[in-house]
């Protein structure tokens, strides 16, 4: 399995991205996927999950803010970030858990600053 996240960049505060994470294999469908996030300095941290039967979870500090999403016909994986700030600058990663195993995608990076 391996997968590529994308959609990363730069952003002013109050701004919006969508990040993707594309998945090899035929495994996806039956997979947890999930969105984690390392700031400068601090430890990853999950940011949200998303079941194989749809059942969402969010980190705090961005509920109300981010949506995780799937589409298993796309073997893809979405977070759509809004409303952002300073504090969500942070390299994010896709991380995939399906048959206990899990695996992580490269990384891309969010720069949220004016």
């Known amino acids: 399995v391996q997968l590529q996240a994308s959609g990363g960049g730069l952003v002013q505060p109050g701004g919006s991205l969508r990040l993707s994470c594309a998945a090899s294999g035929s495994v996806f469908r039956i997979a947890v996927m999930g969105w984690y996030r390392q700031a400068p300095g601090k430890q990853r941290e999950l940011v949200a999950t998303?079941?194989?039967?749809?059942?969402?979870n969010y980190a705090d500090s961005v509920k109300g803010r981010f949506t995780i999403s799937r589409d298993n016909a796309k073997n893809t994986v979405y977070l759509q970030m809004n409303s952002l700030n300073a504090e969500d600058t942070a390299v994010y990663y896709c991380r995939m858990v399906v048959i206990k195993t899990d695996y992580w995608g490269q990384g891309t990076l969010v720069t949220v600053s004016s």
């Open positions: 998303i079941t194989a039967s749809f059942s969402t």
